[in-house]
């Protein structure tokens, strides 16, 4: 999103979910694990992380489903009730699993807009996958202050105040 203020719609593939974004995402995850292989049925998941309060269901009814992670702490995949179509995750990061949304960038109305800020989990990426020049990648994971925008760090601790969980 190019306005920092703009807000961003999305839905599933049946029009039953629609839902709102009210900023621009803190950041874009490209995860390359086998997980989100997995999950996504592809070569990798792109996730763009919003804090809880500020995606806005619009419209629909949604179900979640816990399916197992790497971690042992297991995703939280919501998903149309009708049409079955995955529009969000939420994963235990560090304790932090409601007040983080993992929007699947995909969904979004407009998904250009939603570059990856950093592609993770690229040990396990497919060998035909080509990360661009100049992309951030990690092998595994990353440290927070060292990816993230100062703004979405301020975001996340702002997030970590609220809630009393500290995971930078």
Not at 27 to 51: D, M, P, T, W, Y
Not at 59 to 65: L, Y
């Amino acid at each position: 999103m190019t306005d920092k203020n703009e807000s961003c719609e999305g839905g599933c593939t049946c029009g039953h979910v629609r839902y709102q974004v009210k900023s621009d995402p803190m950041i874009v995850h490209c995860c390359h694990c086998r997980g989100c292989q997995k999950n996504s049925g592809s070569a990798f998941a792109l996730n763009a992380l919003f804090e809880a309060e500020r995606v806005e269901l619009l419209s629909g009814s949604t179900e979640d489903i816990t399916v197992p992670t790497p971690s042992g702490t297991g995703q939280t995949i919501t998903r149309c009730a009708k049409c079955k179509v995955a529009v969000w995750s939420n994963y235990n990061m560090g304790g932090l699993r409601e007040h983080v949304r993992f929007i699947r960038v995909g969904t979004l109305d407009n998904p250009d807009q939603f570059p990856p800020g950093v592609h993770i989990f690229t040990e396990s990426k497919q060998p035909w996958t080509v990360i661009p020049e100049g992309d951030p990648s990690v092998g595994i994971f990353y440290d927070w202050a060292e990816v993230w925008s100062p703004e979405s760090l301020e975001r996340l601790h702002v997030l970590e105040d609220a809630t009393g969980i500290k995971i930078t």
